[in-house]
């Protein structure tokens, strides 16, 4: 039985399917088997799959699933994956990324050699969607003080301090993670926009984790192409994901605040005409944030933006 199951979540990429399917073929490690699970799409994604399937038999699919109708959220494929999945590592390759050819031996030596560790990711490189390189993942990495290439544990306290506003985990693609022992909650999967903060958080609670310090996933940044109408929503869809994951999580009111500050410095200023210089959103009926800390906030969101002009 293969030691790693593969979930490749796939809808309308038939742009990158290919170069997907190849970097997981080349891979150093062969120890795995794939699960495929395509979620509706309308593009030739689903035909370009069935043929390199056909044409590389030694690609080994335990599972190829075409969803009847679109699920709304490729998260739902994450749960669908895991759900089949019977190894004991599982790795979520995204289909409009890519990897290096080592990306599974490095990750999977290093957990065997941990046991404890229940999750190792690597460097990311950002691209674009012609594949050309934008920055990598070296700031967010910084607190970690590891050489370029070399690899360490760590409790998980360095990653959930600073969720859900700062994730050092930003993209699926490059964790390799141990499957969980039971059922994961219908929660975790829930949310649109934050569902793998929630995903890592309850993997790793206390448990430690790696980090691989090179570059081995790439990871596309597509071109935002949205209305003000939308990313408005989107925004407050997002801030309220904040407050479900802080509520979900029970963490303290300094997250919260934290929270709110964000909110009142990134959004509600910028958008001050249109929303008016006082609008709560989705902290409005908040009941763990008293009155007199949303003024002391909205005080200080404004201060700061007038010292900083």
Not at 50 to 79: A, C, M, R, T
Not at 255 to 269: M, Q, V
Request: charged share 25%.
């Amino acid at each position: 039985m293969a030691r790693i199951t593969i979930i490749i979540p796939n809808y309308n990429h038939q742009d990158y399917i290919k170069q997907r399917l190849d970097t997981i073929l080349n891979q150093t490690n062969k120890d795995w088997e794939a699960i495929i699970i395509d979620d509706a799409s309308n593009d030739n994604s689903l035909n370009i799959i069935s043929s390199y399937l056909k044409d590389h038999p030694e690609f080994i699919v335990k599972k190829f699933i075409k969803n009847k109708e679109n699920s709304g959220s490729g998260y739902k494929s994450w749960q669908k994956g895991i759900t089949f999945a019977e190894t004991e590592f599982i790795w979520i390759a995204e289909t409009d990324d890519f990897s290096d050819s080592k990306f599974l031996e490095r990750t999977f030596a290093s957990l065997e050699s941990n046991p404890d560790a229940v999750l190792a990711f690597t460097a990311s490189n950002y691209v674009n969607s012609q594949g050309k390189f934008l920055y990598n993942t070296n700031k967010r990495l910084a607190k970690l003080n590891l050489r370029e290439g070399q690899s360490e544990v760590f409790s998980s306290g360095l990653i959930l301090d600073d969720l859900p506003l700062d994730p050092m985990i930003t993209n699926a693609s490059c964790v390799l993670f141990r499957r969980p022992g039971v059922p994961m909650p219908e929660k975790i999967f829930k949310n649109k926009q934050l569902s793998d903060l929630f995903f890592w958080t309850y993997l790793l609670k206390d448990k430690p984790f790696i980090c691989i310090n090179s570059p081995l996933n790439s990871f596309r940044q597509h071109d935002a192409s949205t209305t003000a109408q939308n990313y408005g929503k989107k925004k407050i869809e997002l801030y309220e994901e904040y407050l479900a994951y802080i509520n979900y999580f029970e963490l303290d009111s300094k997250k919260l605040e934290t929270i709110l500050y964000d909110y009142i410095k990134r959004y509600l200023i910028p958008n001050r005409k249109s929303m008016g210089y006082f609008n709560m959103g989705p902290f409005k009926k908040n009941k763990h944030i008293t009155f007199s800390t949303k003024f002391k906030l909205i005080f200080k969101g404004y201060l700061s933006r007038l010292l900083n002009k």
